[in-house]
């Protein structure tokens, strides 16, 4: 059965301090989907899509070789969901403080960007 689904994620990239209150902000990207979900039940569709997620984020990593494969159980107890998108929107914030007095450096106070760790980094 399809379900309407609007998943949305979030990564904070930097906290950037401003010269002023009013102008803190935060470097980051995010995405919101929109489309219809279903969930995905065969234990081998399930397999083949959480072993490819590992190989992305663990270049490779490979089952029953350097990790002992998911066993059926395993997957039974794990919802996957598949979404066929309808439509999405991406944001984007990145670079240095942006308020009236941060480009001046004899203005009191200071600007900076501290930088997050992540998968980018």
């Not at 979900?37 to 190989?55: I, Q």
Request: hydrophobic content about 45%; glycine content about 8%; overall charge neutral.
């Amino acid at each position: 059965m399809r379900r309407p689904a609007a998943p949305s994620a979030t990564l904070l990239d930097g906290l950037v301090a401003s010269r002023d209150a009013k102008s803190h902000s935060v470097n980051y990207r995010s995405v919101v989907i929109f489309g219809e979900a279903v969930e995905v039940t065969d234990l081998d569709e399930k397999r083949l899509a959480f072993e490819a997620m590992t190989r992305r984020y663990f270049s490779g990593r490979a089952a029953g070789r350097e990790y002992a494969p998911a066993r059926d159980g395993d997957l039974r107890a794990v919802t996957l969901l598949a979404i066929a998108i309808e439509e999405l929107s991406a944001k984007t914030r990145a670079g240095p403080a942006l308020g009236p007095r941060d480009g001046d450096e004899a203005a009191a106070g200071t600007s900076f960007v501290l930088l997050l760790p992540g998968l980018d980094a």
